[in-house]
């Protein structure tokens, strides 16, 4: 069974960090490009950025260039997002997804609050 399971949301105020990983199981990590989104109440879900199935391509949405940082640890089936200098617009459920060729996996998602 595959699963993607996110951890790391909290509660912070302007300016602070967190940090988020994703990890999966059940399938064969390095396989998958990882993107995270963000959905906010009321708001479509949107990219946040994604890191290929190896790690040597990574991109960001324009908000949060500089301020988010993508990696991975394959041998760990992790994805971390680094987020720092955070502002209340990044406030929102964060979920990963993973994608392959062949399929696509969804992690349930982690609230990230940001207050002002």
Do not use: H
């Not at 990590?29 to 989104?37: C, H, K, N």
């Not at 392959?100 to 996996?105: F, G, I």
């Amino acid at each position: 069974q595959v699963r993607l399971v996110e951890s790391g949301g909290g509660l912070v105020k302007s300016g602070e960090s967190l940090e988020l990983t994703c990890v999966g199981s059940g399938l064969l990590f390095m396989r998958y490009a990882v993107s995270w989104y963000r959905q906010a109440p009321g708001k479509e879900r949107e990219l946040v950025g994604m890191i290929s199935g190896a790690g040597d391509i990574v991109n960001y949405r324009n908000s949060v260039k500089g301020r988010f940082t993508i990696s991975r640890d394959n041998g760990g089936n992790t994805v971390y997002l680094q987020m720092n200098s955070l502002k209340p617009e990044d406030t929102g459920v964060y979920l990963c997804n993973a994608v392959s060729s062949e399929d696509y996996y969804w992690g349930q998602g982690t609230q990230v609050t940001v207050s002002s």
